[in-house]
């Protein structure tokens, strides 16, 4: 899991440092909070598993009906599946140049709709992935929350549960 560590400093800390207690992040306000706001309007069952010493929180999700378990990474912008976990999902005739400095040419799924819990968010495309050498199979991908729009998340260690609240 050491490929998934790819989350922001402060957040990363704060995983490690609340591990076993709730925080939660403030996207607009750019925050990481101790207590509990008691107004997000979402929640979702998630499972905590640990690697390396490091709590991953892994979310289930439905895209286009398909489910499928994402790590949270609190720090991406994106939704990516893997490759060789995408299927019955209809890859998008599109693609196009990662980014300036590689040649690589990303490929992209078909717009489906996206549920979290039973709330249904939006038609979200995702991004194909290669998937991390040595990377656990049962991980389909990484969820950005900003991807959904998110702009608190609140994560409950005691009842295993991620809560949020969107634009």
């Known amino acids: 899991m050491g490929h998934f560590a790819d989350l922001d ?8 440092f609340f591990a076993g207690s709730g925080f939660g992040i403030d996207y607009k306000r750019a925050r990481i909070t101790r207590e509990p706001s008691g107004t997000m309007r979402h929640v979702v069952p998630i499972e905590i598993r640990t690697a390396a010493g490091a709590p991953y929180w892994v979310v289930p999700i439905s895209l286009g009906g398909h ?4 790590l949270l990474d609190t720090g991406a912008n994106h939704l990516g599946i893997f490759e060789g976990h995408v299927a019955g999902l209809t890859l998008d005739a599109t693609t196009f140049q990662a980014n300036l400095i590689s040649d690589a040419n990303l490929k992209m799924l078909r717009p489906a709709l996206l549920f979290m819990g039973d709330t249904a968010l939006k038609r979200q495309t995702a991004t194909l992935l290669r998937e991390p050498p040595g990377g656990p199979r049962e991980i389909d991908g990484v969820l950005g929350p900003a991807a959904l729009k998110i702009t608190r998340i609140e ?13």
């Open 9 to 16: 400093n402060g957040v990363w800390a704060s995983y490690r």
């Open 67 to 70: 489910l499928l378990h994402v």
């Open 155 to 167: 994560f409950d260690w005691e009842h295993h549960c991620l809560r949020w609240n969107a634009e």
